[in-house]
Each structure stands twice: as structure tokens, then as C-alpha cells.
Nanobody, 130 residues
Framework: EVQLVESGGGLVQSGGSLRLSCAAS????????IGWFRQAPGKEREAVSC????????YYADSVKGRFTVSSDNAKNTVYLQMNSLSPEDTAVYYC???????????????????????WGQGTQVTVSS
């Protein structure tokens, strides 16, 4: 059974940093990508970043480029999201999710689309105070 467990959320002041972790288990191959999404109260789910397990390609939303960094430790089956220069606008529940494929063309076009992600974690709350 595929499982994704997020951790590392919390309360931080504006300008601060947090590192989220997504621990994955139950995968039978490396043909997938892990994405990070977030959802603030009253807003739609928003794609934040994505990393391919196959080749390490990364993708970022414009709103987080230069501030957030996604990385993976394949030996630990864990993906990280380092978040710097946080602002109150980053406050949300953050989720990690897994695609069913790491196809490069698929990810380039659709990495930000929730419907290509098959499994989701339970989420971790990030709150940034002003």
C-alpha cells in the first residue's frame, strides 16, 4: 500500500523558514514524481513544486520560485520542501502527492494538475505570522 506522510509544518514568523518532509512507502518502482500542493482556507488547491524520482527534474510555481527548493533523498524515500522567505500568503495546508508516471513530457505539461497524482498525504499545516 502506497503511503505518503508529511511533517515539518508549524508556525513561523514572516521572513522565516521551514522544511517540510514527505516520507513515502509502498512504492514498487521509480517511475513516479512527488508533488507538493497547498490549500488555504477558502481557496483552491495550488501546485507548489514537483520532483521526478526518475531523473530529479524539478518544477516550481512562479509564486515560490527562488524561495522554495524541492529535493529528495532516495535512500530514505523522502522528499523535502525547503521554504525560505515565508510570507503570510504562504499560510496553508501543504500536501505531498505521487504521480503514476515520471514521463518527462507528462510532467512538463501537467505537473501542476492535481488529477495526475494518484496518492495523497494527509497534509501538514504551515502558518506564517506577520
Amino acid at each position: 500500500e502506497v503511503q505518503l506522510v508529511e511533517s515539518g509544518g508549524g508556525l513561523v514568523q514572516s521572513g522565516g523558514s521551514l522544511r517540510l518532509s514527505c516520507a513515502a512507502s509502498g512504492f514498487t518502482n521509480d517511475d513516479y514524481a512527488i508533488g507538493w500542493f497547498r490549500q488555504a482556507p477558502g481557496k483552491e488547491r495550488e501546485a507548489v513544486s514537483c520532483i521526478s524520482r526518475r531523473d530529479g527534474s524539478t518544477y516550481y510555481a512562479d509564486s515560490v520560485k527562488g524561495r522554495f527548493t524541492v529535493s529528495s533523498d532516495n535512500a530514505k524515500n523522502t522528499v523535502y520542501l525547503q521554504m525560505n522567505s515565508l510570507s503570510p500568503e504562504d499560510t496553508a495546508v501543504y500536501y505531498c502527492a505521487r504521480t503514476g508516471s515520471a514521463d518527462v513530457l507528462l510532467l512538463r505539461r501537467l505537473w501542476s494538475e492535481p488529477h495526475i497524482f494518484l496518492s495523497w498525504g494527509q497534509g501538514t499545516q504551515v502558518t506564517v505570522s506577520s
